[in-house]
């Protein structure tokens, strides 16, 4: 058992429902084993939902969805303290964030102070209800989606719980012949593409999970390309752009993916491709553009391609 073959048996198994989003589905992977956590972006009907479930059902844990509403509770999402009137005394009801994987659906349709409820499990492993502190459940992965186009009645993530998520990942339409296939599906007796994830093989165990990322944790990684991660970052910080750049909590995302994308490409050492492979997906929700930089046509991806073509590779 390798992180490599592990790696592709996932996604092997999950594009068997998600079709024509290779990128997509070998970065989601990336941000599964790098014990981070995703925010999906793009336009309804893509599959976001449905590859949150199917990542779900190819790993041995526990899965929970939370429809963001903007009447949504911070209690509705960690759970509270409820009195019981027979044993006369208080009991702990935990929220859906009690769970392995997470899918939070359409998280900015729901007011911050709800958002921020995900914010101390997200990045401390642990909730705090009623002076009670209970740890999260390992592994514990959150997939949270948002829609581009329909601002209106929507809530913006502030930064700092856009910085808690390892990448942002745009998915994107798929090429025709790929729609194709996916018609033809609908062709016969086939219902919902949701039913055909119960048909999925459960791939990754516990065990497998701990042993993957301890094999990640063994990559190497030499100082050059140490120097060239923090070059990439404080590049960010340097373009006149950018108001706001990359934190250091940037470069060590930047580093944990890169060694992980080295360990599912069959190696123990980072290369410069690894990091530049990963480098838009996580640092393209951790900037802030100048508004002069939107008024000229630019967006994060275009800037940043141009900030990583400047920065020295080592060799």
Same mark, same amino acid.
């Given at each position: ?12 198994? #999950?594009?068997? =429902? ?29 599959? /976001? ?11 041995? @844990?526990?899965?929970?969805? #939370? ?9 509705? !999402?960690?759970? &509270? ?9 208080? &009991?702990?009801?935990?929220? *859906? ?12 349709? %729901?007011?911050?102070? %709800? $958002? ?11 909730? +705090?209800?009623?002076?009670? &502190? ?11 989606? $948002?829609? *581009? ?11 700092? $719980?856009?910085?808690?998520? !390892?990448?942002?990942?745009? =998915? ?12 033809? /599906? ?32 063994? =990559? ?12 990439? +970052? ?15 909590? @940037? ?38 553009? /100048? ?8 967006? @994060? ?15």
């Amino acid at each position: 058992m390798s992180v490599e073959s592990k790696s592709k048996e996932i996604i092997n198994e #999950i594009s068997k =429902v998600v079709i024509g989003q290779e990128q997509f589905l070998n970065h989601l992977t990336v941000a599964f084993l790098s014990g981070g956590h995703v925010l999906m972006e793009g336009v309804p009907g893509l599959g /976001k939902t449905l590859t949150a479930k199917a990542l779900a059902h190819t790993v041995n @844990a526990d899965f929970k969805r #939370i429809q963001f509403t903007p009447d949504l509770l911070p209690s509705d !999402i960690v759970g &509270t303290k409820i009195f019981d009137l027979k044993n006369n005394e208080f &009991t702990l009801k935990k929220g *859906p964030v009690f769970t392995n994987i997470l899918l939070a659906d359409e998280i900015n349709r %729901t007011p911050p102070k %709800t $958002q921020s409820a995900l914010l101390e499990s997200m990045e401390e492993r642990h909730v +705090t209800i009623d002076g009670q &502190t209970m740890d999260m459940a390992d592994p514990f992965f959150v997939i949270a989606t $948002q829609n *581009p186009i329909e601002y209106e009645g929507t809530y913006p993530l502030p930064e700092a $719980q856009l910085d808690r998520f !390892i990448m942002k990942l745009y =998915v994107g339409y798929f090429t025709q012949s790929c729609e194709n296939d996916l018609l033809k /599906k609908y062709t016969g007796d086939f219902e919902s593409s949701h039913k055909d994830i119960d048909n999925l093989n459960t791939i990754i165990s516990y065990q497998d999970l701990q042993e993957c990322r301890h094999e990640i944790a063994n =990559v190497r990684v030499d100082e050059g390309i140490i120097n060239y991660i923090t070059s990439i +970052t404080a590049a960010t910080r340097k373009s006149p752009a950018i108001a706001l750049g990359g934190s250091p909590r @940037a470069s060590i995302a930047l580093l944990l993916c890169s060694k992980t994308v080295a360990a599912m490409n069959g190696r123990d050492f980072v290369t410069p491709e690894d990091v530049i492979d990963v480098s838009l997906s996580v640092l393209r929700h951790r900037i802030i553009l /100048k508004p002069e930089a939107g008024l000229d046509g630019l967006d @994060a991806d275009k800037i940043l391609r141009n900030l990583i073509g400047k920065v020295e590779v080592p060799r």
